[in-house]
């Protein structure tokens, strides 16, 4: 794990406290400076889905009208759950939530088999009408989904919807042009069923704006104006919080036509919105000024970015930004790349191959809107978790006039990444992943290797490494894996200069290693195999080596109370719980086992006696169970030199007391009477 930078969190319940070790930074997908570059981001020519779009009733009558959402199944083999925008054949004209399902990405039928309507949230008002009970309301008009996703703070199926709301009533005088608003509702029940629309300007407690222009809806006539056509993505941020972020369009008095993004930290309702106000989320969301997170426009003068959406390429490591960009009559997909949400370092705009057409304004015939192939672009990677891309994948996007008659059309996309150099590995640098001092490789527990070049990303595994894997661990990091004798490891934290990893099944002898970045291989470097070769995981606080161990009693932190009240020393009779790596052959590839190691001690000092218990309770990760003894009592209170030792009599091995901490240094345990 990344030395020097290792912390602990500890959860409790009615049995106990457990602590969960934290190898690096909170989950977070930010990457160093250094990340994969894009040599080529290009689109197949358009491709035909099957939808409902013709007799029998009830079919769509202008899919897609803003972002399609592409929720991926739990289970391998069922549909994706679509959430589009469409009016439906039967509604009252004024578009909404439809909900499709799809196995192959081809075929769109809709997913009543699922339990869901054609249609499960719309707008009160039909589009071209106005009704004085609902002038005033934020969404009287239109009411469709830019983005549904998954709150993660919450059990699965409680859905979040940001959708575009509309306005067409200035005054309580229909008028074409929209001031719109992004609007907020949850359901509980995977999308089924959504809150109905609440009459006032901004809705209620279960369906409200949650973007709003600086500038006020004007009592007459207007062009378009307001936060328009939004996309959303969930994630992690740097605080440890999961974020809401919402990518959308501005249109108003001095708009430059450059993507905006907003965010709120999820938790209990109303959650608190902020937009990005050149450097930081400092601006509310209602009402409060916003400015572009791209450093440029990207497709030439009189740019107008539009219809973003933001997701996280496993591959390359980094967040993508896709959008339309039109200028001057012509109008295209371009991209930027990101290390950063927290941030927004966006990279300068890219046109994406193929992807460029004209554009014909009030769609050739008079009417409002544009003509273009390629509204409303929505990327995803069949596999991928939803909300996450790879280097290869399909968008669905309409084709023809944004206010009218239009086609549900898709492409395939393919990243290409320039060559990396080869990853070197420094040879006589594998070793423990709890220590970091030799001592031999144990299948199914972590060691970690030096070098250069391993890798232009730097994280560990997350989440999304597992979809569809079971129990099994990720083998492949950001195109980085590694072999011990030809045989994968399950890959925990890469870096440029460091790879941490699991020790794979049925390896003996001298152990040969190789780390493969996406395609490169590197050079190889040996180590010695051995069955056990125990390290005790630390954490280093004030320049002093702690046990990651928590009491048993009270959950409190192992350490010196003056770091925090969340911190204290021991005492005689004090049950602690740490975790170690390396006690003994465990399976390489698997989630957790929870196996039993007998014949384990522990040595405080000159003292030493038995281990209560000792469990392997995740990959790579035992916990060990032991009472402070009550000699303790009568000695000098103090840090006392830490150890375990696995097995009895000539077999015994012992965890090194002095580790390669920074500077090195002994694991201590602080008993205090």
Not at 104 to 126: K, M
Not at 163 to 177: I, K
Not at 234 to 246: H, T
């Amino acid at each position: 794990m990344p030395r020097g930078f290792r912390s602990i969190a500890v959860l409790c319940a009615a049995t106990g406290c457990a602590v969960i070790l934290i190898r690096h930074a909170p989950a977070v997908h930010a990457q160093s400076t250094n990340h994969l570059q894009i040599a080529s981001f290009t689109v197949s020519a358009d491709q035909k889905p099957v939808w409902p779009n013709a007799a029998p009733t009830p079919y769509l009558l202008n899919l897609p009208d803003e972002h399609t959402t592409f929720i991926p199944s739990i289970s391998g083999g069922a549909p994706y759950l679509v959430f589009g925008a469409s009016r439906v054949t039967g509604d009252n004209g004024s578009g909404g939530a439809v909900v499709l399902q799809t196995t192959d990405l081809t075929n769109f039928p809709f997913a009543t088999s699922l339990g869901y309507n054609t249609q499960v949230f719309q707008s009160p008002v039909a589009f071209t009408s106005c009704n004085p009970i609902y002038d005033t309301e934020f969404d009287e008009n239109y009411a469709a989904p830019g983005s549904v996703v998954q709150d993660p703070t919450l059990p699965a199926g409680n859905l979040i919807a940001i959708y575009e709301a509309e306005n067409h009533c200035p005054g309580g005088v229909t008028d074409q042009p929209y001031y719109a608003t992004v609007g907020f509702m949850r359901s509980s029940d995977n999308g089924k069923t959504w809150p109905a629309p609440a009459n006032g300007p901004l809705g209620n407690a279960a369906r409200h704006p949650i973007f709003v222009s600086s500038e006020p809806e004007p009592s007459t006539s207007h062009p378009p104006m307001g936060n328009a056509i939004p996309s959303a993505f969930v994630e992690k941020s740097a605080d440890g919080n999961q974020y809401l972020y919402v990518a959308y369009t501005f249109h108003g008095t001095g708009a430059d036509g450059i993507t905006r993004v907003g965010r709120a930290k999820l938790g209990p309702d109303p959650l608190a919105f902020n937009k990005w106000f050149y450097g930081s989320f400092s601006q509310p969301g209602a009402g409060g000024l916003d400015s572009g997170v791209t450093p440029s426009g990207g497709c030439g003068a009189n740019v107008l970015q539009e219809q973003p959406q933001i997701s996280f390429n496993d591959d390359l490591g980094l967040y993508l930004l896709t959008f339309v960009c039109q200028s001057n009559g012509v109008a295209g997909w371009f991209y930027s790349t990101a290390t950063s949400l927290d941030l927004e370092d966006w990279s300068a705009p890219q046109l994406i191959a193929n992807s460029q057409f004209p554009f014909t304004p009030n769609c050739g015939n008079g009417a409002s809107g544009s003509q273009f192939d390629g509204w409303y672009p929505s990327f995803m990677s069949p596999g991928a978790a939803a909300g996450h891309t790879k280097l290869s994948g399909m968008v669905f996007f309409q084709n023809g006039c944004d206010t009218g008659p239009r086609v549900f059309a898709s492409r395939t996309f393919t990243i290409t990444t320039q060559t990396p150099p080869a990853p070197v590995l420094t040879s006589g640098t594998v070793l423990n992943g709890a220590t970091y001092v030799p001592g031999g490789l144990v299948p199914g527990s972590f060691a970690s290797l030096n070098g250069s070049n391993i890798t232009t990303v730097t994280r560990t595994w997350r989440g999304f490494d597992f979809f569809n894997l079971s129990n099994k661990l990720p083998q492949n990091l950001s195109g980085v894996s590694l072999t011990v004798n030809g045989n994968a490891a399950a890959i925990y934290y890469i870096a440029p200069n460091q790879i941490d990893f699991l020790v794979p099944d049925n390896i003996g002898g001298t152990a040969v290693v190789q780390v493969t970045n996406n395609g490169v291989s590197s050079n190889t470097v040996t180590a010695p195999s051995t069955s056990s070769s125990p390290g005790i995981f630390p954490y280093t606080l004030s320049s002093v080596n702690y046990p990651a161990a928590v009491f048993f009693s009270d959950g409190l932190v192992v350490g010196n109370p003056a770091n925090g009240t969340g911190y204290r020393q021991a005492k005689p009779g004090d049950i602690i719980e740490f975790f170690a790596t390396g006690v003994t052959i465990e399976p390489g590839d698997l989630l957790a086992n929870y196996q039993s190691v007998p014949n384990v001690s522990v040595t405080i000092g000159t003292v030493t006696g038995p281990a209560s218990a000792c469990v392997l309770t995740y990959a790579g990760e035992f916990q060990i169970n032991f009472t402070v003894p009550q000699q303790f009592a009568s000695m000098p209170a103090g840090n006392y030199p830490l150890s375990i030792t696995v097995g009895t009599g000539a077999n015994a091995v012992s965890s090194p007391v002095t580790i390669d901490s920074n500077p090195p240094g002994e694991i201590v345990l602080p008993i205090t009477h």
